[in-house]
């Protein structure tokens, strides 16, 4: 099974590209990993690698690189041999079952759409997050693909999310919320409340509005909102993360009781930092374009990449995106 | 100086509203409270309290109460003996300098502008909280008030947000950052962006567009978003706070060693775990209204009360509304 890897994108690229992809390889024997880029920089980091894993890992050369502050799609237009551009034709043209990518979100979403093309029937596409809650993961999206949404595209999202999460994760009816400023139903603005009354109709286990409090406590498994109020959340998470962390640093300079209380505490803490690297968990799937593309974090390591691989190789094994093509086009049916 | 405290709005009224008032008008000999509410309900907390704070301390009867699922803009107009509605007439009367409520946010907002009044000049108002950030506070404003928001709105939320941390934190020209989806000028929609262009060609000290990550980091002094996003985020981060609080104790309950290490770290954590109920800090002054209205957290504690009855006191003595008054009037009169 055949993945091509945006070697250039990412704040630590291509290193940390290369050492996931052995990473991968190395856990997966029946992975295969297309390493697209600029093979001068690549070519050191694949050396001293075993030929059991080295086998499987081609390099795909490609010239041209998409910076985090290119315009996404004018890039994805005129750098016809991006490392990003090539990784994507490739999943068009069925040579890959999917790519991974930890470089700029807009080209990637940009690409998705363009190159790879939507799902018929799906207005937009949205990048998906499964965030730790409690004792669970919930599905967070859109976070970042379709910054304002109508209706439809919530409705859509409410349904790709219950999909994912029944073939992913096992659920059998993946309980779904609408994120609102409240959970009662005067809450949200008009589309909000028309996206509401499309889930109410629909055959999903649809549990009403859930509100912010709500994400991180896992009340529902899968939770839509609009690109933007997600990307909010996540990023906002994130610096939460970093607020902790730094808060509990500083703590532990000014006394010395609580030092030895936070040493002895450092594992836990280092696990629940963890859980706040919502992307670090294994990248984020672009739902609703035709084929497996799945964004990383800008600044993913080698483990994270190589989560990642890990995500779009079960997306794969359980044919995520066709079961995604066979409910839209069976609701399509049912509409004509 | 007199505050009108509505003493039934909240989780824990009348009692947490009649002790909170008790503890700031001890901690505050030039303070005076009228508790608005149902007297039968309130006489037993005030019995044992020194004549020096019982003699600041008056009821004012209101036989009906607004409760958090009642419709806003409904209930403010038809119970008009609510407690509510009652402490916000005093305000408008001129009998108390301001007014605070742990009720009904949609009903303090209804009811802040229907019996209190827009500020001439302002279109809509927007609740303002503190939040701690990393090394100082950063005021996030809307965080509910008006959910969405046109450029104009954003734009006056800056400058009301700006003149409150310059006249409550002493910051003389305080950072402003625009909430959007990333920090290039490309992120964002059509009325963000144009609220951007709005707030370059101001006065204030704008910093351009601020992403989630930033917000608990304090990279500005001020940071503007409709009441949509600021409620997401408030919640979200509130959620988060509990989050946090039940892993920590998941792991003390499976290990021996770091329940050592917490037990000596539980201040610091404890200190922490604060820093996330926002408005517990000293609860919400709702901007753009033409008196001091403030609102106190549902779940409030008599401490929280007390905090936001010196936040009330503190805006009044620094002549918060006056100061928003004269720059709309003279950004009026410049316009004309």
Redesign the interface.
Known sequence: MLFALDAMGGDHAPEEQCKGAILACADNPDLDVALVGIRSGMERYLDDVPNSVRSRINIVDASEVIGM?D?PVASIRSKKDSSLRVALEMVRAHEAVGCISAGNTGAIVAGGVLLVGRIKGIERPALAIPIP??SKLTLLLDV?AT??CKPINLYQFAHMGAIYMRSLAGIDEPSVGL?S??S?D?K??DVIGEAREMLIGSSLNFMGFV???????GSTDVVVCD???G??????????G???K???KD?LEN?F??K?????????LK??WA??EYEKNGGSPLLGVDGIVIKAHGNSSARAIAGALGVARAFAQLRGTELIKDSFESQNARAN
Chains 1, 2 share one sequence.
């Not at 509100?211 to 406590?217: A, F, L, R, S």
């Not at 030895?260 to 450092?266: D, F, H, N, V």
């Open positions: 502050g315009n809650a409690l970042g910054v304002r994120f400023n409240g009662e005067i949200g603005d509100e912010g409090k709500e994400v991180p406590i690109g933007f109020t990307n909010a959340l996540i990023k906002f998470g994130e610096g939460i970093e607020f902790v730094t808060l509990v703590e006394r009781l609580p030895i209380g936070a040493a002895l505490m450092m594992p836990a696990k629940i859980r706040f």
